[in-house]
């Protein structure tokens, strides 16, 4: 027998000889317990993970994890907080990765939230509380993809956090080729090229948003056709750059912000050609007795012709553009 094989012979069967395994019917269904877990185990139907309990203090951020850690805060991890403290304890692990760091013992891929949640309760006096990890080895690509799948259908990472992570991961693991990325995360190409472009907005538009959390992928799509063309690009740059002054007098808390309908609403405003209005249309044509005198204007008006001149034009003046109205009518 392997020895991978005693292990687990030796783990199942090592509390036999126990007095209650000696108990008739009762120590009878315990081996057979013991039994169906040797051959789940052999079989690979059965996949045991070595989960712990540290302390969050322990794990840092992987640099480049999805979530902008930053912007975690108290009131966005509510939630999770209260949830941690009504069960007793972090139902689900996060999944972390070990890493030589003199002061660090694992990075964290997947769980951000659940250690800001752990870490805000052992800061306000519960200490108690530990975080709950399951250490895994894998490369970055990997690390990658794990988040992205855990993350990828959460509402509390936003579209432009997702975005970012999205355009380094293309020119870091993909070789800038959207085809082989869009294959190895299973979506579409046009799904993953309106993120990448949702994450080449120009930085003014990026901080024309009272924050990135309000920034979504359908605004990108609503102003990437202004950015593409100089005469439209310039003035809804111009805009932006005005709204994130505003915007940034309401981060000092001086005034309220200008939300995000409203910012797409002003910027495509911006990025509006001004409409020429068409020539109109005319008939007029002015007839005079000889050039430089004053003449009568006839204006072609439905069926009829409105005959327009000044009231100081002489009876010579007149009489002379009137017979070249005349003349011009009647072919004579």
């Not at 126990?18 to 789940?40: E, Q, V, Y």
């Not at 975080?131 to 509390?156: G, K, S, T």
Request: with cysteine; net charge neutral; proline share 4%.
């Amino acid at each position: 027998m392997s020895k991978k094989h005693d292990a687990i012979f030796d783990d199942v069967l090592s509390d036999l000889d126990t007095p209650a395994a000696t108990g008739g019917a009762r120590g009878s269904a315990r081996f057979l317990k013991r039994s169906t877990a040797i051959s789940d185990r052999m079989t690979g139907e059965l996949e045991e993970k070595t989960l712990r309990w540290v302390d969050p203090k322990d794990c840092r951020m992987w640099e480049r994890h999805n979530r902008d850690y930053g912007l975690l805060n108290e009131e966005n991890c509510r939630d999770l907080i209260d949830g941690i403290k009504a069960q007793g304890r972090q139902e689900f692990p996060a999944i972390v990765r070990p890493i030589d760091d003199p002061d660090y013992k694992y990075e964290v891929i997947c769980g951000a939230r659940r250690h800001f949640a752990v870490s805000w309760l052992r800061g306000n006096n519960y200490t108690q509380f530990k975080y709950l990890i399951e250490a895994r080895e894998m490369n970055d690509e990997e690390a990658f993809r794990l988040a992205d799948i855990e993350n990828r259908e959460r509402e509390d990472i936003s579209d432009y956090e997702r975005a970012i992570d999205y355009a380094d991961a293309i020119a870091r693991y993909y070789g800038g080729k959207q085809k082989a990325m869009a294959e190895r995360l299973e979506v579409s190409q046009p799904w993953l090229s309106r993120y990448l472009a949702l994450a080449a907005l120009p930085e003014q538009i990026v901080n024309a948003f009272p924050t990135i959390r309000d920034l979504k992928e359908r605004h990108a799509r609503d102003l990437k056709p202004l950015l593409a063309r100089p005469a439209t690009a310039e003035p809804v740059l111009a805009m932006a750059a005005r709204i994130e002054a505003r915007q940034q007098t309401a981060r000092n808390g001086r005034g309220p912000f200008l939300d995000a309908l409203d910012v797409v609403k002003q910027l495509k405003i911006a990025g509006e050609e001004p409409k020429v209005k068409p020539a109109r249309k005319t008939d007029d044509a002015t007839y005079r007795r000889s050039s430089g005198e004053k003449g009568v204007t006839a204006r072609k008006k439905g069926r009829k012709f409105i005959l327009e001149f000044e009231d100081s034009m002489s009876e010579a003046s007149l009489r002379g553009a009137l017979d070249a109205f005349l003349a011009d009518r009647f072919g004579k």
